[in-house]
């Protein structure tokens, strides 16, 4: 680039900053013209407390924690135990989320390692949540924790752009389909655990009806707002103290052009030299080359009568694709809990349950064989593919989550099947589960063969569509059968 462009680029880049100086003063506005006033604007470029911040916003999610959130935490008092110890790190969650907006609500919306920061005591707590029900999968109460561990990443929605809404009711799907194993099983029960389900689900209900209201396209920022990172230290849950009053350090003078130039009495264009060595240092410019005189058109006239380029003149340089990480593959005893994770291409794995009480925990294997001899008292698959699988005998369930292609088979007796975000499923049944129940939610392509009296299966395919009607006032929902 010649001297003289670059010059004129220095003066589009002065006339277009001064343009937004000035709409910025503009902006700026009296006190009392709804705008912010100089007083809260100093306020927060000292990084004031969020604590104290209001709006529609922040009022709207006190109101939803002081109801359907304490009538959870209230409900999960009620049934105790674990429950009452997962719902502390809820509470936990929902009030380091509740910082957040606070923050949201007076700063501008910040970059990437900052919004991580601000995000980091929300995903504390939920990893908080999901432990307890991994830790916990022997507990009569299994069902009560995986319906909050599933339905809690709503509060994910803060980073869900530009529909945050429909994510949240999402969660609450996933969090309905444990809700109502709760209800199923403690309905004739304990009323006080029917409650506590339907409690929960209402609470991740209402926070999707604030979601779409008050952060339609996403958390709402204040675009006139200070520094979100100044205020997140004075915030009461962040561990840092508050900045020393007097706002932020001015900025950098601007260096002088033309400083140090004596070769030239032209003023001096920006040094680009130092923008393409920072870009080197990033590996940015490695793959570009030096252009050859005769493929430059203002020196070959004759170039520029044709748009497309020659072939071969165009070097793409070098191409780089990241590593990816492989977990080792695991097999071992933990606890009461076999890890079965990262298998893949093994077809000789089996394992020996010495107790009831041990469950197996089947995780991101692919192409591989599992199979489980004797009793045990739960199986989980998640997130595999082509595996297949044989049990035994279980004492309460076989769940088989966010899978694809997989086959199980049962050759003793299982009570309960669960099937959940599964895509292609192949269920073998002995002639012992003639009384099983198979549970299934957002999956597709399951069949299940049944052993009949001669050895062999006959297969049987899982509805997956259903039709919903009005009958007689209330709502009747039938598979849909497909002839032909």
């Known amino acids: 680039m010649s001297e003289a462009a670059l010059a004129n680029l220095v003066k589009r880049l002065e006339a277009a900053t001064q343009r937004l100086e000035e709409a910025a003063t503009r902006n700026r506005g009296p ?5 912010q006033s100089p007083s809260s604007s100093a306020g927060q470029s000292t990084g004031g407390s969020p604590s104290g911040a209001s709006g529609p916003a922040v009022s709207a999610f006190e109101d939803l924690a002081a109801g359907p959130l304490s009538a959870y935490v209230a409900a999960s008092a009620g049934v105790g135990g674990l429950v009452h110890e997962q719902a502390k790190a809820v ?60 339905g809690i990443p709503a509060l994910g929605w803060v980073v869900v752009e530009p529909t945050p809404g429909p994510f949240v009711g999402e969660m609450r799907d996933s969090a309905q389909f444990w809700a ?11 009323p006080s655990h029917v409650e506590w389900a339907k409690s929960f689900v209402t609470l991740l209900t209402e926070l999707q009806t604030y979601v779409k209201k008050h952060h339609t396209t996403g958390l709402a920022w204040n675009p006139r707002g ?19 009053a007097g706002g932020p350090p001015p900025p950098p003078p601007t260096p002088a052009v033309g400083v140090g130039s004596t070769s030239s009495s032209k003023p001096a264009g920006p040094d680009t030299g130092a923008l393409f060595s920072q870009l080197n240092k990033e590996g940015l ?29 165009i070097d793409k340089g070098p191409t780089f694709k990241a590593p990816v990480a492989k977990a080792p593959p695991k097999l071992q005893l933990d606890g009461s809990k076999w890890a079965i994770e990262n298998q893949v291409n093994n077809n000789e794995i089996t394992v020996t349950p010495s107790e009831f009480r041990q469950v197996a925990y089947i995780y991101n294997c692919q192409n591989s064989t599992i199979q489980i001899k004797g009793k045990i008292n739960a199986v989980t698959m998640d997130n595999c593919k082509k595996v297949g699988l044989v049990v035994d005998s279980a004492v309460s369930t076989v769940d088989v989550v966010n899978c694809k292609s997989v086959q199980v088979q049962i050759t003793g007796r299982v009570p309960t099947v669960v099937i959940d975000k599964t895509d292609g499923m192949q269920l073998y049944l002995s002639k012992e589960c003639a009384d099983i129940e198979i549970l299934t939610a957002k999956s597709s392509e399951m069949n299940v063969l049944v052993q009949g009296a001669d050895g062999e299966f006959a297969e049987k395919p899982i509805a997956e569509q259903f039709r919903t009607m009005f009958k007689d006032g209330a709502l009747v929902t039938m598979p849909v059968e497909h002839a032909g």
Do not use: F
């Open 31 to 35: 006190e009392g013209s709804g705008l």
């Open 91 to 150: 509470q936990q969650a929902l009030t380091a989320q509740k910082t957040l907006i606070q923050i949201a609500a007076t700063s501008k919306k910040p970059d990437g390692p900052v919004l991580q920061d601000l995000l980091k005591p929300t995903q504390m707590a939920i990893m908080q949540i999901t432990e307890l029900r991994e830790k916990n999968r022997p507990s009569p109460l299994y069902n009560h924790l995986s319906t909050v561990s599933e």
């Open 180 to 190: 109502n194993r709760v209800i199923k099983d403690q309905k004739d029960k304990e």
């Open 226 to 244: 200070g520094d979100a990172k100044s205020a997140a230290a004075s915030a009461p849950t962040a561990t840092s103290s508050a900045p020393p």
């Open 285 to 313: 410019t490695g793959g570009l080359r030096k252009v050859d005189k005769s493929e430059m058109t203002h020196k070959n006239p004759e170039l520029r009568t044709g748009s497309v380029v020659k072939a071969g003149v």
